[in-house]
């Protein structure tokens, strides 16, 4: 799971939402810091940007870089140090902003927010560097005593709430090296670089801090770790909280773990700060010491202001981690037996962890945060327990289950308390409490076991049947033996049976109608940052809700390619917003400029189209990644296409940039340093796509060349899964996707292996094909789910088309399984599956895009760039 995604579930329950809406949508004026309330002083001008209220002096112009200075504070002496810093501020015409209300500041301190813009409560702007000391020492006089987290960006004026940092002031982009834009600072040759925004404090390498920043500067580096008996071997996770950590003690040589805690910082829904969940996790455990299913206490010690729980290093691996490594579903074709061995094996670590949760309840709490990465798994040859006093016979199989993170433990007694943290797949609906968080999730584990989609109760509980008939249809376990965790988690009857269904995902065209209509349900064209709900990344670019992998233009584009109802109101909402385009777009394909002018070009608006384009071909295009998503392959592709409906002049211009775009993508596959991705749209398979098509123009045997160069590079980071199949290499998951795995990679294989035969790249080929055919997906997408599976075993013919069109029809019956309807229309959920999509990248357009190239009867529905095979490019 991405914590990310959890900030985003907070201002709505269908979709993914921008967390600032939850505080503007029709709060009261309680909800709001005083400051944010009162008249603009005369002589000042405010504006809104995200979750910041700025406050600027009329006719001033900030710098575009310098020194800054955050103010951090806890919920408790928020609003007291937000009134004596903004009036510091207005009385000295110093340019500031600041969160408004209390319920931003708390998600920007929450558990899984952003570390590297945690604390930030009050941004202060020198407007010099002269006046920069002086501000520092007046706001730490100011604040003297007062109490906030650690702005981990930055360094800490003495130890209270001020810290500063070098950074950008003015919003100035350019690409980081994923190829997404970020925000730059100048350096002292006027090229723009990447402005660091980490969750550590560094300072670009032209940057002297003044001399009154050394002391704190010293100070920062005399705390560390070095006077504590543990030796750190490594992270085993982060939140905003603080770190878990692998270590030994240098002392008895044992290998620990140690949890670390951050002060007001790592914010729970009950505002508890980390540091105070770390308490009552040494609380809950010395309170269940001695039980075989939790970790020995071992220490607790305090560095600097962060405390340091010391636990018993539990010698398996998490339950999500073994589950994975034995799922039979992840192969093609398991056999009855794989079926039954291993449905055996869910039921009993499913005892197995429900008598663990018993114990747990007869010690008097209620764990209160169970899901599988909270669970470890012991098994035979992993480390001896007897130790333990209350070791029991683990029967067959020899597994011992323990309980990790208890920081969420309640007492039993407290039957009314809430949960307040939560794995989504297994968080508790609010009519839970007490010892019922435990049991329902429980009863979410008993069905995740064997079909890992409970994160979709998110939004749709009602599923809770339809999973379990799945399950009793697939594995050897009868529906009657999941009725009990069925009625946990749906204590009321589901809706009933002739109430109006959406239409299955196969019944085209009833499917493609009813996505269409919900996608219209979905459209908010009274707002500016975007026109359909979809991916968090829609706020993470100034055209993120317009461009075609997460906006508009791609939405648009699955309705018209599948024959849909069209949307005329949201096309001219796209038309409305690309007449000035914001600071910061980007010029790529599926992230900016190029892909939304392609995108109007194929709807017939060709002027429009003619002007983005112009603004593509004046960009500085030699930085960009050579890649597809946003980078040089994906802009020469839509140039090309775009010259071809342009004439003169323009068509010449256009061509002319789209051919050095090419020249600059072929020197970095040759020349450059090798990508850290892979795949379809951020690999060198995008820039195989690019070689094949212009093959296909000029007849270029070089280009074949590089193409074959550009498809080995990606198959060399691919390796076999233990079911069979090539998967990309992605981190320590095996991607069989489109976007970033290897189904994105047989794709362009396939239109390769038409024009040139190649031993090896045709038994790599085949090689992938098994990964492209297990029994289950994670995910619906078109890029990172089972709708991108669809779209490519559709388009293929590699093996017999009879077993593929079968696998197609298997796939979209997991697809269904998989949707969510909205407004009652056949709706999917987006990444992470915490809420609906409406996207092309993640969400219904691209499911439908899917669904029309391997149902539509009327002519094919394809992906950019990528026709039918042996079709005109």
């Not at 925000?183 to 723009?192: I, K, M, S």
């Not at 805690?261 to 540091?275: I, N, S």
């Not at 008939?469 to 009657?480: D, K, M, S, Y």
Request: aromatic share 6%.
């Amino acid at each position: 799971m991405n914590p990310e995604y959890g900030a985003y579930c907070q201002s709505d329950g269908d979709f993914y939402d921008a967390p600032q809406r939850l505080a503007d949508a029709d709060l009261p004026d309680a909800a709001l810091y005083a400051p944010a309330l009162e008249p603009v002083p005369d002589g000042w001008t405010t504006s809104r940007s995200g979750d910041w209220l700025s406050y600027l002096p009329a006719g001033a112009a900030l710098p575009a870089q310098g020194w800054k200075i955050h103010v951090s504070a806890a919920l408790d002496n928020a609003e007291s140090i937000l009134r004596r810093v903004h009036t510091h501020c207005l009385e000295r015409g110093v340019p500031h902003k600041f969160v408004p209300g209390p319920r931003l500041l708390k998600l920007r301190n929450a558990k899984y927010a952003d570390r590297a813009g945690s604390g930030k409560f009050i941004t202060v702007y020198p407007p010099d560097e002269e006046s920069f000391p002086g501000l520092c020492q007046d706001l730490s006089a100011l604040l003297a005593g007062e109490h906030g987290p650690y702005v981990l960006s930055d360094l800490r004026i003495g130890d209270g709430p001020v810290h500063v940092r070098y950074g950008a002031f003015a919003a100035r982009y350019v690409l980081g090296t994923d190829g997404r834009p970020v925000q730059a600072v100048e350096d002292p040759n006027g090229t723009l670089v990447p402005d660091p925004r980490g969750p550590r404090f560094t300072l670009p390498d032209w940057v002297t801090p003044p001399a009154f920043l050394h002391p704190h500067l010293d100070a920062r580096t005399a705390v560390g770790v070095h006077d504590m008996p543990y030796e750190i071997q490594g992270a085993l996770h982060f939140s905003n909280g603080g770190g878990v950590y692998l270590a030994h003690d240098t002392r008895t040589g044992e290998r620990v773990v140690l949890k670390e805690a951050r002060p007001y910082a790592g914010l729970g829904t009950d505002e508890a700060d980390a540091v105070t969940r770390l308490d009552r996790e040494h609380s809950a455990l010395q309170q269940l010491g001695g039980l075989d299913c939790v970790p020995r206490v071992l220490d607790t010690f305090d560095i600097g202001e962060h405390r340091f729980l010391a636990m018993e290093h539990i010698p398996g691996r998490t339950l999500n981690t073994v589950m994975a490594r034995r799922y039979p579903l992840s192969l093609p074709a398991p056999t009855p037996e794989d079926l039954a061995e291993y449905a055996a094996w869910a039921e009993r670590i499913h005892e197995r962890v429900e008598r663990a949760v018993a114990q747990v309840h007869a010690r008097g709490l209620v764990f209160s945060d169970l899901h599988m990465s909270n669970i470890m798994v012991v098994e035979s040859d992993e480390g001896a327990h007897a130790d333990h006093a209350d070791h029991a016979d683990h029967g067959e199989g020899a597994e011992r289950v323990v309980l990790l993170d208890f920081e969420a433990a309640f007492p039993i007694t407290e039957d009314g308390r809430h949960q307040v943290v939560a794995n989504p797949a297994f968080v508790a609906p609010a009519d839970r409490t007490g010892a019922a968080v435990d049991r329902y999730a429980l009863a979410c584990l008993r069905l995740a076991l064997l079909l890992p989609l409970t994160t979709l109760f998110m939004v749709d509980r009602d599923r809770a049947p339809r999973l379990a008939r799945h399950i009793a249809a697939t594995f050897p376990v009868p529906e009657t033996a999941l009725l009990s965790a069925v009625r946990e988690i749906l204590p009321t009857a589901p809706p009933p049976a002739d109430r109006p269904q959406a239409p299955e995902a196969d019944d085209w065209p009833r499917s493609r109608d009813s996505m269409a209509r919900a996608i219209a349900a979905s459209l908010t064209p009274d707002r500016t940052d975007r026109c359909f709900p979809g991916d968090i990344a829609q706020f993470a670019n100034p055209a993120g809700g317009q461009c075609f992998g997460h906006g508009a233009a791609g939405v648009l584009y699955a309705l018209h390619e599948t024959g849909a109802p069209a949307c005329p109101e949201a096309l001219e909402w796209l038309l409305d917003r690309v007449k000035s385009p914001a600071p910061g777009t980007p010029p790529g394909f599926h992230d900016g400029l190029a892909g939304i002018a392609w995108t109007l070009d194929r709807l017939g608006h060709h002027a429009q189209a003619a002007e983005l384009a112009h603004l593509v071909v004046r960009q500085p295009l030699e930085h960009l990644p050579p890649d597809l998503h946003g980078g040089l392959a994906g802009i020469a592709l839509a140039l090309y296409d775009l010259a071809a409906t342009a004439s003169g002049s323009e068509a010449a211009e256009l061509t002319s940039a789209a051919d050095r775009c090419v020249r600059r993508a072929a020197h970095a596959l040759t020349d450059g340093p090798p990508s850290s991705r892979t795949g379809l749209l951020h690999g060198a398979t995008g820039l195989a796509l690019l070689f094949v098509r212009r093959y296909e123009a000029t007849g270029d045997p070089a280009l074949l060349d590089l193409a074959a160069t550009a498809l080995r590079r990606d198959l060399d980071r691919c390796k076999p899964a233990p079911g069979g199949g090539l998967h990309v290499i992605e981190g320590r998951r095996l991607m069989p996707y489109l976007g970033a795995g290897s189904a994105g990679v047989a794709l362009v294989l396939d239109d390769y292996l038409t024009h040139r035969p190649d031993d090896g790249l045709t038994a790599a080929r085949e090689a992938i094909e098994p990964a492209l055919r297990s029994r289950f997906y994670i995910q619906p997408a078109l890029y990172r789910g089972i709708g991108g599976l669809v779209l490519h075993l559709a388009r293929t013919q590699v093996g017999d088309p009879t077993e593929r069109r079968h696998v197609i029809d298997r796939h979209i019956g997991l697809m269904n399984l998989e949707a969510t309807p909205y407004a009652g229309e056949l709706a999917f959920p987006g990444e992470q599956m915490m809420r609906r999509s409406m996207d092309l990248s993640t969400g219904t357009a691209g499911c439908l895009l899917a669904l029309g190239a391997a149902l539509a009867d009327d002519g094919p529905v394809c992906l950019p760039f990528l026709p039918p095979l042996g079709g005109t490019p």
